[in-house]
Each structure stands twice: as structure tokens, then as C-alpha cells.
T-cell receptor
Framework: SQELEQSPQSLIVQEGKNLTINCTSSKTLYGLYWYKQKYGEGLIFLMMLQKGGEEKSHEKITAKLDEKKQQSSLHITASQPSHAGIYLCGADIRYGGSQGNLIFGKGTKLSVKP | NAGVTQTPKFQVLKTGQSMTLQCAQDMNHEYMSWYRQDPGMGLRLIHYSVGAGITDQGEVPNGYNVSRSTTEDFPLRLLSAAPSQTSVYFC???????????FGQGTRLTVV
């Protein structure tokens, strides 16, 4: 969706390096969701952020929500080959007036070189 | 729990044929939705449902129909398949609006 911009579109990092993926909405955010997808597979839920300033971490992945900027960032510390995949941000922007329908960005393809 | 189950996993159709993509969830979720994923386009919302008997259009609804007669099932119908509908289709469900959406494994559809 053009309402949700993800950057960068692709990223190649050396194993052990840190990286950040950004997701910016042109609409009011009522919730921001991060998913990971391996090629040809379904989406794996990573984290959900709902409140401005909220920050969540799972293992080496941290996500933050900046409500004022309508933006979220996903940060991976000390990347590993297992982190490779496509990262998708999904936003609840009350599409159609209903909550719960997520609009997605185009995704960020992450490759981690051993 | 099975979660969200999509069938079939793969399908090849000829232009003009019709078919139904099945989606079933066993989590008693009210919200269900269909997305298509194309290279470089991310996921785009096709149709969604906020409960049995209630459906609405998403971002790219043309060429697709849905119905929601039960809480568990949310089939997606292609009325007359076109090559532009070649894509990977994902079904998702969630309990309520601000909870995690669970996705099926996808249906890879090719229209020739």
C-alpha cells in the first residue's frame, strides 16, 4: 500500500552487523505489526506496537513506535543468517472504518552474509 | 490447533475458469481477511470480514467475491480467472482488532 512506506527495499549485511528497517505511515496509526516471511512461506508474527513510544524486544530484535512521526523502526542487533528473510510492517489504519484490517508495506528483503 | 488452513497450496487455472480458494480457522476469530502478494508489492488487502454475514471490500477487490456464512470459513472466489490474478494468496484471521493476525501458509495461483 502507498499509505505505508518501508525502507530500505533490500538490505545486505555482514553477519554480526546491526541494521534498522523503517516503516512510515501517511495515516493515523492505531497499531503497528511486524512480520517476517521466509521465501515461499507464510508470515511469522514478530511484534505488535500500539502506544506511542512503545518499545518491544524479542531476542535480538527490537521494535519502536513513534506515534508523532507515524513511524516504526525494527532494529536487529548482531545479525545472523537466521535473520534473513522478508520483513513486513502492517498497520491498522482503520481501513474501511474497521479496526483489525492491516495494510502492509512492500517489505524489506534482508540477506545476511556469513 | 490447526490455526489458519488454506487449500489448495498450489493451483493452475486457464483464463476464464472459476475457482474457490478455501480458508478455515479454528480459533473462533471474528476478523478474517484475504491478501494477495505480488513481487515488489507487499501484501494487498482484497476483502475482509468482521464477523459472520459481514464482508467488505479491501484495496483490490475487483474480480473476487467472498462470503462469510460461518465464523470458521471465509472462501475467496475467482469468477473468471485472468493472468493478472496470478499471485500468492494469503488468508488471515484475528480475534479482535488490536490483536495479532494469524496467517495461513498461502495458495500459489497461476493463471495461464
Amino acid at each position: 500500500s502507498q499509505e505505508l512506506e518501508q525502507s530500505p527495499q533490500s538490505l545486505i549485511v555482514q553477519e554480526g552487523k546491526n541494521l534498522t528497517i523503517n516503516c512510515t505511515s501517511s495515516k493515523t496509526l492505531y497499531g503497528l505489526y511486524w512480520y517476517k516471511q521466509k521465501y515461499g512461506e507464510g508470515l511469522i508474527f514478530l511484534m505488535m506496537l500500539q502506544k506511542g513510544g512503545e518499545e518491544k524486544s524479542h531476542e535480538k530484535i527490537t521494535a519502536k513506535l513513534d506515534e508523532k512521526k507515524q513511524q516504526s523502526s525494527l532494529h536487529i542487533t548482531a545479525s545472523q543468517p537466521s535473520h534473513a528473510g522478508i520483513y513486513l510492517c502492517g498497520a491498522d489504519i482503520r481501513y474501511g472504518g474497521s479496526q483489525g484490517n492491516l495494510i502492509f508495506g512492500k517489505g524489506t528483503k534482508l540477506s545476511v552474509k556469513p | 490447533n490447526a490455526g489458519v488452513t488454506q487449500t489448495p497450496k498450489f493451483q493452475v487455472l486457464k483464463t476464464g475458469q472459476s475457482m474457490t480458494l478455501q480458508c478455515a480457522q479454528d480459533m473462533n476469530h471474528e476478523y478474517m481477511s484475504w491478501y494477495r502478494q505480488d513481487p515488489g508489492m507487499g501484501l494487498r488487502l482484497i476483502h475482509y470480514s468482521v464477523g459472520a454475514g459481514i464482508t467488505d471490500q479491501g484495496e483490490v477487490p475487483n474480480g473476487y467475491n467472498v462470503s462469510r456464512s460461518t465464523t470458521e470459513d471465509f472462501p475467496l472466489r475467482l469468477l473468471s480467472a485472468a493472468p493478472s490474478q496470478t499471485s500468492v494468496y494469503f488468508c488471515a484471521s484475528s480475534y479482535w482488532g488490536n490483536t495479532e493476525a494469524f496467517f495461513g501458509q498461502g495458495t500459489r495461483l497461476t493463471v495461464v
